[in-house]
């Protein structure tokens, strides 16, 4: 997929639309994006939710069997930076896609 690489779109820091530069933002792990995230096992451990005897909930069922396959591209991040104020947002959603390229 190619997108260009300046394009003329809103700039909510200058309240007006301007010129961006397009950049494609490198994706973060699960573990860098959302490090407190409820369903990493050590976070659980440390609220408490996982200790003690008795039923706790869905952690004493067996898991359920996935289904379907794996993804085989993930969402590109795109961040747009005002040419104006210099400053990057984004507000796009990303394209699945196995190759983005910026022309």
Do not use: W
């Amino acid at each position: 997929m190619k997108i260009k690489k300046t394009v003329k779109r809103y700039c909510p820091f200058c309240r007006k639309h301007t010129e961006h530069k397009v950049s494609i933002a490198k994706k973060k792990g699960r573990n860098a994006a959302r490090p407190m995230s409820r369903g990493s096992t050590s976070r659980v451990q440390a609220r408490g939710l996982r200790r003690g005897a008795g039923n706790l909930g869905r952690y004493s069922k067996p898991p359920k069997p996935k289904r379907g396959g794996k993804k085989l591209s993930k969402k590109t991040d795109f961040r747009f930076t005002c040419k104006e104020c210099n400053k990057t947002h984004s507000q796009r959603k990303g394209y699945r896609a196995k190759k983005v390229e910026l022309v």
